[in-house]
């Protein structure tokens, strides 16, 4: 566990990057860079569909024409694969012509496997319900918007925003792995907003697959019929044909009056160097034209709305957008700031109901708030007690905002610097051009005597951290070194003030303010592993201060355990250690839960007597001398010899724990 590590020890900017980055036609966006080079034109698109569907009415397709679904499932369950399969069933894209998981359009998500950011795809289908229609007459044509999502925890943030467009879910688990942490998380996000499930049973190809045990699964946990699972390889396209019917079928068309006036739920933004921000929308009711003013509910600026269109999956301008149907608008917003998501957005110069406010609370409580709390502030799901903890500034704008999804909270924060002191203004701007498209990243300027001036960053988690830094490095070519990873700590003092510590070193240590009270944030962790290994899980949990909630068993095979386990602990290397004692086949999901008292101190590392504020932390008063004796340990090892004694010393106040020369 060093205390700060170069992020771009591994990666090295290639040289093509740097000719790339040099370019006056270089993009964030890959979508925008294959539109630069027309690529997406010659080969994304089959021949047919580019005559007929291209140029499609879209008032030919009233709301029951229409579904809107999702896919959601654990990691590497072949979410983005079976997207591909349905693209290339409705000829939205040629098969063989397109590259593999064609909605992951970020280097980093191919290079890891993942989906990081959710994307949307509008298909046609003909489809015949077997009544009304004789066989003389083409089926009628349905209007489908896919929308593939994240499967890593770390972005259930886009998972929760993207099915509140939407009215069906297809749950996809994998035949030989069966029900995962995240299954059971993204069950129970498409469980509370009311949507039409579809279970599928995936990769039934492989000589390890067994559906029959996961039909059993997801009777026993979520209670779905096995007769409602459909089986399919997406790999081989077995039974695909079935897919598409079923969602037509099952799911219910989006509700909606045409004739209401405009109403439209912004679901993403992200901006482009050439039309400035994009913005997807879900039309709720009414209509909107290229030419409209709309004006946002929320901070009640007006924009003319320059195109409008759908992603088929590149973009296709249409010029309208009809009840239920989701989109994409360009109406000249500068920054993706004006853009908050959950906003409503209507015809200007109209008066309309903001569109309700999704009351999901993440299965617990809420992230309490003390004053000093950084959010993404269009994303609260506002309560009550939630409100109550806000500043003022805070509350004013929490309720010009009607609509909120599940809130962004920064559950871990890290220290950015520049490896060159004089690439400070470099790093600015690529930071600044970068969190135009994650706004979910909370960015703060600061300074440290070791590492000069730097960024306090706030993520929802260790992997979009990580993300965040690779994508730093590829895209701009940026060489950082980030501080360890921290997580926000309350602190109650003698006078009864409160204040709340992101970075360790902001901790006061003057003796006349007395540390009264200190509060930590904890998760519930969700646990499936082998029954095998379940001794070893219990010991792992109660060494980081865990707290046993439930554990049962998923079946003869399986364990299912639900721990409360405090941040800290599983913030560093606790999923890497759960899957050396499991030899990997553990599944771990957490989610945020409420404050807990702990007994916190902060611990100095000196050099010569003097503190590196870069190097502070806060640890539990048990832990603080086993920390700190490893601490002086590594950093003994890793500083060159000098002609002179250098003493390295853990401290908690004036009382050494620990000492190397």
Known sequence: MGSFNPASRTLKPSRYLSILLNSSTFTSSSASICRNLSWGRSFCFHPRQTSKETTAD???????????????AHVDHGKSTLADRLLELTGTI???????????????ERERGITVKAQTATMFHRHNFGSGVTNTQDPPSFLLNLIDTPGHVDFSYEVSRSLAACQGALLVVDAAQGVQAQTVANFYLAFESNLTIIPIINKIDQPT??????????????????????????????????????????????????????????????FDEYKGVICHVAVVDGALHKGDKISSAATSQTYEVFDVGFMNPEFKPTGVLMTGQVGYIVSGMRSTKEARVGDTLHHARSIVEPLPVHQATNHGTLFEDFSGTMYSLHLFARTPDFVHFLSSFEVASVMADSVGFRPAKHMVFSGLYPADGSDFEALNHAIERLTCNDASVSITKE??????????????????MDVFHQRLEQEYGACIISTT???????????????????PATLSSNPGKRITKCWEPTVTATIIIPSEYVGAVITLCSERRGEQLEYSYIDSQRAFMKYRL????????????LKSITSGYASFDYED???????????????????????????????AQRVGRELVEKLKKFIDRQMFEITIQAAIGAKVLARET
């Not at 009777?219 to 019917?245: C, N, R, Y």
């Open 593 to 623: 839960a409420d404050y807990q008292v702990s007994d916190l101190v902060k611990l100095d590392i000196l050099l010569n007597g003097q503190p590196v504020d870069a190097m502070a932390t806060i640890v539990h008063n048990l832990k």
């Open 94 to 108: 040629k098969r063989g012509l397109g590259q593999p998981q064609y909605l992951d359009k970020l280097q980093v």
């Open 485 to 503: 990873p921290t997580v926000p700590y309350i602190f109650e003092y003698s006078d009864g003030s409160k204040v709340q510590v992101q970075n």
């Open 58 to 72: 879209l008032t030919l397709y009233p709301s029951d024409r229409i579904r809107n679904f999702s896919i959601i």
């Open 566 to 577: 405090p941040l800290r602990e599983i913030v560093v290397d606790f999923y890497n250690e």
């Open 447 to 464: 300074s440290s005597t070791a590492l000069g001036l730097g960024f306090r960053c706030g993520f929802l988690g260790l992997l979009h």
């Open 209 to 270: 697959a067994d559906p029959d045990r996961v039909l059993a699964q997801l009777k026993s946990m979520f209670d779905l019929d096995p007769k409602d699972a459909l089986l399919t390889s997406a790999k081989t396209g077995q039974g695909l044909e079935h897919v598409l019917p079923a969602v037509i079928e099952r799911i219910p068309h989006p509700p909606g009056k045409s004739s209401a006036p405009l109403r439209m739920l912004l679901l993403d933004s992200y």
